[in-house]
Every structure is written in structure tokens, then in C-alpha cells.
């Protein structure tokens, strides 16, 4: 879940942040996440955390808590990358913007026991809380279409609005360790490639 959830993006991004600083028009990184990521009070962000490895030892398997940190580790990841964008002399502005499109009736409890994915349908759809996906896209929408000035903000559930995100997601030293682990996650990842290429090809 950490892989999927923020290591893959922050690989993707790492790759591809060349090729948006040289593209001659404005370009954008939309990151998608959640408002759970207020339940997480404190954070290691050492490569055991950061890549998920810790939980492996876990039972039973902590989904809820990892997923809370993996949106967490986003947070914290989009603006770190747009404070150092900021602060670079760029001839093309890329944009980092973090959304939250709030609670959707998607797959994501598939593998929760019908029941209890069940009653939390009802208890969301009685308090209104409960969105549809043509609903719940417009955050991410708001957040693709918006202008290019606009950078280092959390968009929550459609029409432009933003909020604050938790304290937690604000700091900066944290942020600053978590970019380093993952940097070093990064390189780690791009080696173990290059050995498996290596050892391909003879």
C-alpha cells in the first residue's frame, strides 16, 4: 500500500520532474489524497516506515493505519516539492497541487467484509457524506484545470476550495526527512534495475 499509494508517485515524479521543468508550456502534478491523513499524530519516516516494510510484521495487517500514512507521506511530499520548485530560477513554472475528493462510493472496501462495508455505505449516505464518482472527480478536476499560479495548496471536494491541511502535514523537518529517505528509496530502486539489466544482458 505504501508502494502504491506514495513510493510509486514519488518515483514517477522524480523521473519525469525533468522533463516538466523543459516543457515549454506551465506543467502540473496533481497528488490525490485523503482527509484520513488527520488520524496520524506521529511518524517515523525511516526506509522501513517509508517503504512499508515495518507493517509487513504486523498482525493483524494495520490497512487502515498504513493507508492513513501513506496519504500522510503525500502531503508532506507535495509541498516539499513545491517549496523546492519555488525556490529554483525556472523559466517554466511547474505546479504541485494536493486533492482531496472526500468520501467515495468506490471499490475500496471490496476486501472488507460485505456487512461492515455495508452499514459504513448507509451510515455515509445518511450523514450526506457519501459521494458519487461523477461527484467526487470534481476536486481532481478543479485541481487539473486550475491555474498555473496556483501551487502548494490542498483542494478539498470540489469548486476550487482549499483548506489546511493537519499540522502534522506542515512540517517542514519532517517533510525534509521524509524527501531524503525516499530519495534514498529512489536510488535504490534505480540500482536494483540496473543490476537486473546488467545480469539480463550477459
Known amino acids: 500500500m505504501m508502494a502504491t499509494n506514495y513510493i510509486g508517485a514519488f518515483c514517477l515524479t522524480k523521473l519525469l520532474l525533468p522533463l516538466l521543468r523543459n516543457s515549454p508550456v506551465p506543467s502540473r502534478i496533481v497528488n490525490v489524497t485523503s482527509f484520513t491523513h488527520r488520524n496520524v499524530f506521529n511518524m517515523q519516516v525511516d526506509k522501513e516506515t517509508v517503504s512499508g516494510n515495518c507493517f509487513s510484521r504486523t498482525k493483524p495487517y494495520p490497512c487502515a493505519h498504513i493507508y492513513e500514512n501513506s496519504k500522510l507521506c503525500l502531503l508532506l511530499f507535495s509541498y516539499e516539492l513545491h517549496r523546492q520548485l519555488s525556490s529554483m530560477e525556472k523559466s517554466h513554472r511547474v505546479s504541485v497541487i494536493a486533492v482531496d475528493p472526500g468520501v467515495v462510493e468506490t471499490k475500496i472496501m471490496r476486501e472488507v467484509p460485505s456487512c461492515l462495508s455495508c452499514v459504513a455505505f448507509t451510515v455515509l449516505k445518511l450523514l450526506s457524506l ?13 485541481a487539473a484545470l486550475a491555474p498555473p499560479d496556483i501551487s502548494g495548496v490542498y483542494l478539498f471536494g470540489g469548486k476550487g476550495r482549499t483548506v489546511n491541511s493537519s499540522a502534522l502535514s506542515q512540517n517542514r523537518k519532517l517533510a525534509q526527512e521524509l524527501w531524503t529517505t525516499s530519495c534514498d528509496l529512489f536510488l535504490q530502486s534505480q540500482l536494483a534495475v540496473k543490476v537486473k539489466e546488467t545480469s539480463t544482458s550477459t
Open 130 to 142: 457519501l459521494q458519487s464518482p461523477e461527484k467526487g472527480i470534481r476536486s481532481v478536476l478543479d
